[in-house]
Every structure is written in structure tokens, then in C-alpha cells.
């Protein structure tokens, strides 16, 4: 995948230099075009020839025509560049040299059954190494998407999708480029949501009836006049001008309201629009991206018609600072009060569509994010699915590790289904707990893991691994591990839960924590959930002797060669017998 980066850093790197090149032209030629636009009016008034000034009608039709052309290029030029950005980032990512992504540090959850556990959000977490969103929603979504649990069905239609959209390389970053380039935050997105709902429920009919009927009897009093030629008409008609406006004066307020924020909301959905416009012309074939694509639309109309409107409606509005215009077309047809109609339809129309359309813009970026994370990990697999509550994962490995340096492991949970796990600190345990917790989580949203084979049935995941005490609700250590162990007995009441516990009950004597930890065990494997605990008390090992159909001893073994710690990282059968803490207390200097 690293050689298709670079071929993409290198085509959009020639296709920014071309489109630079005729960007700089076309400024080069609008300079000449405006030299010799002045030269044919100095040339007209001097000698009076029509010709001069007819060439200088033409010579402004060119100008405009490259200021269209020259705005365009502008946007192509920023997109290349854009794609040069994003394909320089994933190589500095895949080389291990930076990881230049937004982390979703906004969405740490102290108190997620998981999330925090696991190190989902912050510096150097799962979001910000798979995140390859840039708009406020795509962002949103793909952190309520990790923090979420689906049906097996849900699954399956994810994995399809992310499997699609993984082989759409340019789509996705053409999606994340214009996100990129859109700047959206959740103050933008915040104000298009209000707009959308203000105004609404209002009622303009007697308003909206003297709109059509003023025109009208205008009309007939203008053509009156100049049949008959009583000034009567003439009088009548003025009349109506100057009524006509005061009515806009009077709603003037409501206009310049919608004119004031309109500018605004105008650049925000047209950035919207192009995001709209590519997932509509692009052709999908798993039904989740078809079922997305398909609610671009309100009444058979594609989202994107729909925002061309919107955009026409604020710049017909923005016509009311053309004085004399705004005076004579108003006097004689409200016309500004259509438009304000015309606008309110829309909004009316549209204001739940829009939030429907934002959401596929996110969702679409949220399974792109996940579908890059597949791409640069071709190794990984899509597990199978099942609902027997069966678990069997071949090369398990935590998907934040280098390959190079990863050490995998195969987990079986079909015959006994929890683990006591034990081994010396840094022998891998709290790394093992992780991919599994990590992995799980992934198959539960429809991802790929970091393994070469699974069978899942996807189970909500509870985690207690970094339990830390509470200043603001005045909460010890030891009280806050208890309440999280409540939390997760009380959700393994509902359903089979996936648990991993890692070191319980530090917070309290040896006895005590020993007595503590065999009675969760004996708790939680009584409601049937799947799982494991990490413990340094081989007591707790013995357990396993009373419940040899639930309970299974696992270890990660160290040992001493050449007179240094020598981990493997390898998952054995058993428990852990060899002591690493006083060697290396020793080898130190401690003791």
C-alpha cells in the first residue's frame, strides 16, 4: 500500500504543478484583458468609434468568463494540494514517523464501559490512528461508532461496505480532501442546524396573498392607463407602489435577518454540497452504501439540486442591497417577499432532509476511516460471525503494534470460557487484554481486527483496566474499582457480556483482595459471561480446580538469559512460575 501512496503523492503532485501553471496564466491573462479593456475606453472616448466600445462590451464578457474559469481552477489547484497533504500524511504515518490525525480528545469518557480502558481517545489512540475524518459529523459519528455495539446483521452490512469502500482509494480521499478543505467544525455545523429550524411555524398567508394579488392589480392598472388614459389609474397604481413598499419595509427585519446569516449558511452548505455530490455520482454495489446514497434525495430530487435551489434563493435575496433595483422590482412585485417565501418553502422542505443528509456525510466518512484502517493493514481479516457466543481468534494481535515487532496469539473461548490469566509485570498481560478488548470491539462495528482468522459472536464489551480515583465526586480508588464492578455485574444480568479485569482490587490487603477476586470470578462465570482477569495472585489460580468446564489457566512466562529478562510474549497453558520483580531489583541496584 505504501507504493500506491507514493504513486498518488507523485500524480497529484504532477496535476498541482499543471494546474498551477494555468492558474498563473489565467491571472496573466486576466491582467491583459483588464490593460486592454482600459486601452479600448481611452481609444473610444478619444475617437468616438462605436467599434472601441462594442469590443470593450466583448472584452468584459471575456473578463468574466475567466474570473469563472480562474475561480475553479482555484478550487481544483486546493484540492491537489489537499491530496498532496493527505497522501504525505498516510506515508509518514505507515513509516512510523508521525501520526498527524485528529485524536477525539473531546470524546473521552472516563466512564464508558470500554473506551477509556482501552485507550480509544486522546494522544496515540485508536480513533486518531484509524480517524480520517475532517467534518464535524464524519468526526462525531465514527466516535459514537467505536463506542457502539450492533446487531450481527448491522455487522455484517459494515463490513461489506468498509470491505467496498478499502479498494476506492481516490473516493475516499476525494471525500476526505473537500471535507479537508471545507473547514467544518461544530460551530459551523451547529449554525446550519439553528438556521434550519428558525423561523419555522410561522404564518405568512395574509402576507403571501397580498404578494400575488398587489402584482396582479398593478398590472391591470398599468395596462388600464394606457388604454384609457385616466389618470385615476395612474394614481391607483402609485398608490400600490408605495404600499407595496411599505409591506417590504415592514418585513424588511426578517430579510436582512435571513441575508445576514444566509452568506454564512450559503458557504457552509455549498461546502456540504460537494461532499453530497461525489457520494451521489459515485457508483456502489454492497446495499449499505446503496441504502445511504438513496437518501440523497427529498421527493425524487437529488440533495444536490436541492442545495442549487438554496444557493439561487440567497443570491436572488442578496439582490436587496441593489438599491434602485430592490426598489423598483419590489414596488411593482414584492419581489424580495417571494424570494423570503420561496426560502421559507425550502427551509420547511427541507429542514429534516438536510440533518438526513449530513448524517450519510458522516457515516460515509466514519466507514472510509475504516476502511483505510483495513487498507493499510492488509493482513488483517473480517471475522466470521455467529450466535452460539462462540470466540476463536487465530494470530491475535493488538492492531496499534508494528508488525515487525508484534507477537500474535490464538484465543479459544468455545470450551472454557473465561480466563485466569498470570504472568510478571511487562510479560505482555495488559497488552493481551487490550487486543482482545480492541479486537472485539472492531468486530462488533464491522471493522477488520488485527488477526488471520476469527469466528466472534459479537458481545457487548465492559472493561475495568485504569480505574482511577475521583476528586470531584469525593471517591476513593478502592470505591470507584468497586462501583465499576457493580456496573459490569449488573450488565452481565441483562446479556452475555465480553469482560476483561485486569489486577482488581488494588486498593485493598492481600486477603482481602484475594478473597475478592475468586468471588467475582465465581460471580461472573455463574451469569455466563466470556472473558478474562489478569492477576498476580496464583491463589486465584486454584479456582479453576472447582470449575475446570469455565475456568482455564493462562500464562505469559519470562525468562532469564544471559542474565537479562527474556519475554516472548507468548500465551501458554497454565500458570506463571517464574518471578521476574526481584531479579531485576536486584540487577538494578534497588536491593
Known amino acids: 500500500m505504501r507504493e500506491k501512496y507514493e504513486e498518488l503523492l507523485i500524480n497529484n503532485s504532477l496535476d498541482y504543478q499543471k494546474l498551477n501553471k494555468q492558474y498563473n496564466f489565467l491571472g496573466i491573462l486576466r491582467f491583459l484583458v483588464i490593460i486592454s479593456l482600459l486601452a479600448l475606453l481611452i481609444y473610444y472616448f478619444k475617437s468616438n468609434n462605436v467599434v472601441f466600445l462594442l469590443i470593450s462590451f466583448i472584452a468584459i464578457a471575456v473578463f468574466l468568463v475567466l474570473i469563472k474559469f480562474h475561480s475553479k481552477l482555484s478550487f481544483k489547484r486546493k484540492l491537489a494540494k489537499t491530496l498532496i497533504e493527505i497522501n504525505e500524511h498516510e506515508l509518514a504515518y505507515i513509516k512510523r514517523e508521525a501520526i498527524p490525525f485528529n485524536d477525539g480528545s473531546e470524546y473521552i469518557d472516563t466512564k464508558h464501559a470500554y473506551s477509556y480502558d482501552l485507550d480509544f481517545f486522546g494522544k496515540d489512540s485508536l480513533f486518531q490512528n484509524i480517524n480520517r475524518t475532517a467534518t464535524y459529523i464524519g468526526k462525531a459519528k465514527l466516535a459514537a461508532l467505536l463506542q457502539s455495539h450492533l ?53 405568512y398567508f395574509l402576507l403571501n396573498l397580498f404578494s400575488f394579488v398587489s402584482p396582479l392589480v398593478i398590472a391591470i392598472l398599468i395596462t388600464l392607463y394606457f388604454t384609457d388614459g385616466s389618470i385615476i389609474f395612474r394614481y391607483a397604481a402609485t398608490g400600490l407602489f408605495l404600499i407595496n413598499i411599505t409591506v417590504l419595509i415592514a418585513n424588511i427585519k426578517a430579510i436582512k435577518r435571513e441575508i445576514i446569516g444566509g452568506s454564512v449558511i450559503d458557504k457552509i452548505i455549498r461546502n456540504y454540497s460537494l461532499l453530497i455530490k461525489s457520494i451521489e455520482t459515485e457508483n456502489f454495489e454492497t446495499d449499505k452504501l446503496n441504502h445511504l446514497k438513496a437518501k440523497l434525495k427529498n421527493n425524487s430530487e437529488l440533495a444536490s439540486r436541492q442545495i442549487e435551489k438554496l444557493s439561487s434563493l440567497f443570491s436572488q435575496l442578496d439582490s436587496l442591497f441593489n438599491l434602485i433595483g430592490a426598489f423598483i422590482t419590489n414596488g411593482l412585485a414584492l419581489y424580495h417577499i417571494h424570494v423570503f417565501r420561496n426560502l421559507s418553502k425550502w427551509k420547511e422542505r427541507n429542514n429534516q432532509c438536510v440533518g438526513e443528509w449530513l448524517n450519510v456525510i458522516g457515516e460515509i466518512e466514519a466507514l472510509g476511516s475504516l476502511a483505510n484502517f483495513s487498507y493499510n ?62 479486537n472485539m470491539v472492531l468486530a462488533g462495528i464491522g471493522s477488520a481486527i488485527c488477526a488471520t482468522k476469527a469466528n466472534i459472536s459479537p458481545l457487548n464489551v465492559w472493561v475495568s483496566m485504569r480505574v482511577s480515583d475521583s476528586l470531584e465526586d469525593n471517591e476513593s480508588y478502592f470505591f470507584a474499582e468497586v462501583k465499576r464492578l457493580k456496573e459490569i455485574m449488573d450488565n452481565s444480568e441483562k446479556e452475555t457480556t465480553f469482560i476483561l479485569l485486569d489486577e482488581i482490587l488494588r486498593g485493598t490487603n492481600s486477603e482481602d483482595k484475594h478473597i475478592g477476586t475468586v468471588e467475582v470470578i465465581k460471580k461472573l462465570i455463574s451469569k455466563g459471561v466470556i472473558g478474562a482477569i489478569a492477576t498476580h495472585d496464583l491463589k486465584v489460580c486454584l479456582t479453576t480446580d472447582k470449575h475446570p468446564e469455565t475456568l482455564v489457566n493462562k500464562c505469559f512466562e519470562v525468562e532469564i538469559v544471559n542474565n537479562e529478562l527474556y519475554f516472548d510474549y507468548k500465551l501458554r497453558d497454565g500458570i506463571c512460575r517464574n518471578k521476574s520483580a526481584t531479579f531485576l531489583m536486584e540487577k538494578m541496584g534497588v536491593i
Not at 377 to 392: Q, T
Not at 408 to 435: A, C, E, H, Y
Request: glycine content about 6%; charged content about 25%.
Open 151 to 203: 446487531s450481527n446483521n448491522d455487522i455484517s452490512q459494515n463490513q461489506k461496505a468498509i470491505n467496498e469502500l478499502s479498494g476506492k482509494i481516490e473516493f475516499r480521499q476525494g471525500i476526505y480532501a473537500i471535507a479537508k478543505i471545507a473547514n467544518d467544525n461544530k460551530d459551523i455545523y451547529g449554525k446550519l442546524i439553528d438556521w434550519l429550524h428558525s423561523n419555522q411555524n410561522k404564518s
Open 377 to 438: 493493514n492488509p493482513s488483517f481479516c473480517f471475522p466470521e460471525l455467529n450466535d452460539d457466543h462462540k470466540i476463536e481468534i487465530h494470530n491475535l494481535g493488538h492492531p496499534l503494534i508494528e508488525a515487525a515487532t508484534r507477537i500474535d496469539n490464538n484465543v479459544d473461548f468455545s470450551k472454557q470460557r473465561f480466563i485466569v490469566l498470570t504472568g510478571s509485570n511487562m510479560s505482555g498481560k495488559s497488552t493481551f487484554l487490550r487486543s482482545l478488548g480492541v
